[in-house]
């Protein structure tokens, strides 16, 4: 059962309560404050995973209150707001918000965006550079002091190139790379219409890191640019 902490931030009772019961419903501790200064009290004194902030609130509102968060902290900030003008919804975003609802709004909708950003940032983090050394994609572990890769616990032996065109695609994850820009990186000398030998490495990495090469689980291909990790 989930267990992620949930700091919603409302002056409005009826909408805390409201919502408490959809969380709890689904398994999610949930902690309220009536406005920004609480907020940030509570944060200091709890771990939380996610944060809804009304933007119309007294002694501090939720736009400074977001801004503050924004200072120390990167957990998924949902704005609420009765204002529906594209100026107050930038403004929100701006300062760090990772999404704008407006008032009023769905409670099973708001449930949905709050599990939707809480597994991104697992699975952000799960992908994140670890020890400063490793980076770890779901089963895949990169090692880029030792150059050596497991998946699924299990060495994988990779000639460098093949390990230089691994690691630039892991530390670009999600970004599609062309194939000269791969080769450029990977050999360290200018494109000179190399497609076939970018390729066949990436033919040979898949061999040894996928399951099934037909359908891969890590490098995807993007036909007509090139490739891309995927960030799982």
Known sequence: MTRETILMVDDEKEILKLMEIYFKNDGYTMLQASNG?????????????????????????????????????????????????????????????????????????????VKSHIRRAKQFNMTTVQNHNEIVIDELVINTATHT??????????????????????????????MDKIYEEAWNEPFMESKNTVMV????????IEK?????????????????MEAL
């Open 37 to 113: 200064l609480e907020a940030l009290t509570l944060m200091n004194n709890h771990q939380v995973d996610l944060i809804i902030l009304d933007v119309m609130m007294p002694v501090m509102d939720g736009l400074e209150a977001c801004m503050k968060i924004r200072e120390q902290n990167n957990i998924p900030i949902i704005m609420l707001s009765a204002k529906t003008q594209d100026i107050d919804k930038i403004s929100g975003l701006s300062l760090g918000a990772d999404e704008y609802v407006t008032k009023p709004f769905s409670p099973l909708v708001l449930l949905a965006s």
């Open 149 to 178: 890769v497991k998946v699924d616990q299990q060495e994988i032996k990779l000639t460098p190139r093949e390990f230089a065109i691994l690691k630039l695609l892991s530390v670009n994850r999600g970004i599609v790379l062309s």
């Open 201 to 208: 490495h990436i033919r040979k990495i898949r061999e040894k």
């Open 212 to 228: 099934d090469t037909q359908n891969p689980k890590y490098i995807k291909t993007v036909w007509g640019i090139g490739y891309k």
